[in-house]
């Protein structure tokens, strides 16, 4: 499980750009709130995809505001391609187990 | 306005060893998320004292942001993932490269001009002078400096004391037993530039009060700064 708040961001992303709160404010939306972490959470794992090449960075000012847009990288547009497959992978595994009606 | 608890988590994400820059960031990506998550709380009819409260509800606790950025080792800074290195050893060879590199010039100098030299003569008061000159500036200033500049950055890093105090220890010990003697006369023998280590019993009260003095003087704002934040942040 520790790969969906990585997988869900980098999707998000792969949209447009957007920074922090737009992202925790989607992810929330789009979860129902099922993903129900600290919104403050989010940021390590910003600052630590963008180490690692997969987001970057450039900071704009907004309502007197400075805000930080991430955006995907290549690096990053293959790291979801291939976490997406991992989960579809799991997801499939873990619904063929409980007999799910889709893979009947 | 930075609120007090993001300055809090300032302080701690710097002694938890996360990179200055990514604290920068962080500070400032909080706050501004914070800043919106009130806005929206206002904006449901919610006073601003709920807001807030509902909004610090949201974010996450200092200590919970704190645990998250420390265990991304990516957001580590170097100097605290090496910090032998950073603050022992960085600090030694900055000192003996440049002051191989000050030496050299000085040399180099002396010889662009050696044929002037011949032909002057200069006094010895004057001679006296360039040689203090360049005592104080090779084995005071110099390695002062250095020792002062890598206990700023252990300070700005919150580096825990150890490290530092054995660098400025090493290079306030190796300074002292660097002996510099540049004599200019000018005339047929026109002078001589030299430097060595070395350590003898006689010499060895003045050598240990140089390096005393060389460390505690580089150490005292470090030690006062470190004091300041512990009374500042009330941790240890």
């Given at each position: 499980m520790s790969g969906i708040p990585e997988l869900a961001v980098l999707s998000l992303l792969s949209d447009r750009e957007m920074y922090g709160y737009e992202i925790a404010r989607a992810v929330k939306i789009v979860t129902r709130d099922s993903l129900?972490?600290?919104?403050?959470?989010?940021y390590p794992a910003l600052h630590a995809m963008e180490a690692r090449g997969l987001v970057r960075a450039r900071s704009a000012r907004a309502d007197g505001r400075v805000r930080i847009y991430y955006s995907l990288t290549a690096q990053g547009k293959k790291r979801l391609a291939r976490l997406t497959l991992d989960w579809r992978r799991t997801s499939q595994s873990v619904d063929s187990i409980l007999g799910s009606p889709s893979h009947g | 306005m930075v609120d007090q608890r993001f300055n809090e988590l300032r302080e701690a994400l710097l002694r938890a060893g996360v990179a200055p820059r990514s604290v920068r960031r962080a500070v400032l990506e909080i706050d501004s998320h914070f800043q919106q998550l009130i806005d929206e709380e206002c904006g449901r009819g919610s006073s601003d004292h709920d807001a807030r409260i509902e909004a610090y509800k949201r974010l996450g606790t200092n200590q919970m942001l704190v645990q998250r950025y420390a265990a991304r080792p990516e957001l580590r800074a170097w100097s605290r993932r090496r910090p032998g290195i950073c603050f022992v050893l960085l600090p030694l060879i900055t000192y003996l490269l440049i002051s191989g590199a000050i030496l050299m010039s000085v040399v180099g100098l002396a010889h662009e001009f050696e044929p002037y030299l011949h032909r002057v003569h200069i006094a010895p008061h004057v001679t006296y002078r360039i040689d203090l000159a360049a005592r104080i500036v090779l084995l005071w200033l110099f390695p002062w400096f250095v020792a002062a500049a890598f206990a700023v950055l252990a300070y700005r890093r919150r580096v825990a004391l150890r490290w530092p105090l054995i660098g400025i220890i090493v290079i306030s010990v190796l300074a002292s037993l660097t002996n510099v003697d540049v004599t200019l006369t000018g005339g047929p023998t026109p002078g001589q530039v030299g430097a060595g280590i070395g350590i003898s019993a006689q010499s060895l009260p003045e050598h240990m009060t140089r390096a005393a003095i060389l460390a505690l003087s580089a150490l005292a704002p470090l030690w006062l700064g470190m004091r300041r934040l512990r009374r500042n942040y009330n941790v240890n």
């Open positions: 129900s972490l600290g919104e403050g959470v989010l | -």
